[in-house]
């Protein structure tokens, strides 16, 4: 039996849920968009999701209708927090609320395997937790996350397109990562200036080529921060002889970033930290 849950609309003007601009915040409050995005993670029964700003806690409902064993949402906005309260005797013992701020939280310190994170970014901090994320991609089963579209086009861009960056690269070497659907503008309170869309990112067994992490996001950093450039000019900024770096991974000096694989950037990532440890 599906319970009774007061309109989404209700619970804002009650809580005076006025979205922040200095928290990313813009709500969605459709029911059918916030069903369609937890059928998108997938199968939830006997997982324990993670959200991340779930504000008046629309996908909420739909992450706990949609039978996930257990939901943790880490919101930092106290108001949000009394609203998210009135949904835990409706669903007893599946909702926690950590008021925290997402960037400062451990999610597999908090919640156990197997778990799924499912968030409507806030827009604000999405890049940052998600390379947080990232870095321990083998603890979750899956990530279903809403970001700007740019944001998006980035994660899963290939070499040689305008989009391709140092983005493309930490997330495609370690995560399949693809597009499933853009929600307009006018589906949030209050409207954002673009687009959105849902990204789903599935951790890869192993990493598409043998590197350290580190090693790679630093190359790849340095790859991309002076992009317009040929790589032996923009990977200067590694204290090492850039010319020697690609002789010895095997690529052109005269190459540009955005025309290197992940298995180039992982490449140069085993020859950095093999050359930077002779110097050393």
């Known amino acids: 039996m599906t319970p009774q849950l007061p309109p989404l ?17 813009h709500f969605l409050l459709d029911g059918n968009l916030t069903a369609r995005i937890a059928r998108a993670a997938g199968p ?33 906005d106290g108001r949000a927090v009394m609203a998210l309260n009135e949904l835990i005797d409706v669903f007893p013992g ?19 395997a197997p778990r799924k994170v499912v968030a409507n970014l806030p827009y604000n901090v999405a890049t940052p937790l ?3 994320w990232l870095g321990n991609i083998g603890a979750y089963e899956s990530l279903t996350l809403m ?9 899963v861009a290939s070499p040689g397109s305008k989009d391709y960056g140092r983005l493309s690269v930490m997330t495609q070497w ?6 499933l659907f853009d929600i ?20 890869r067994p192993q990493p598409l080529a043998p590197c350290a992490r580190n090693d790679l996001e630093r190359v790849a950093a340095a790859a991309f921060g002076q992009r317009r450039k040929m790589l032996r000019a923009a990977l200067k900024s590694l204290d090492v002889d850039a010319g ?20 180039d950037f992982a490449a140069l990532a085993r020859t950095y930290a093999a050359v930077s440890s002779r110097a050393a």
Request: proline residues 8%; positive net charge.
């Open 9 to 25: 609309g209700d619970v804002v003007r009650r809580h005076k849920l006025s979205a922040v601009k200095s928290l990313g915040q």
């Open 44 to 76: 939830l029964a006997g997982r324990h999701v993670i959200e991340i700003g779930p504000g008046p806690g629309g996908l909420t409902r739909a992450l706990l209708l949609a039978d996930a064993q257990h939901v943790t949402a880490i919101e930092r």
């Open 94 to 112: 599946r909702l926690t609320i950590v008021e925290a701020d997402a960037l400062r939280a451990d999610p597999t310190a908090i919640v156990p």
């Open 130 to 132: 998600l390379l947080g």
């Open 147 to 155: 970001f700007q579209k740019e944001v998006a086009l980035r994660l």
């Open 174 to 179: 370690c995560a399949e990562a693809r597009l």
């Open 184 to 203: 307009s503008p006018k589906a949030f309170v209050p409207p954002p200036k673009v687009t959105s869309t849902l990204v789903q990112l599935v951790p």
């Open 244 to 263: 020697r770096l690609l002789r010895i991974a095997g690529i052109e000096p005269t190459e540009r970033a955005e025309n290197l694989s992940i298995a």
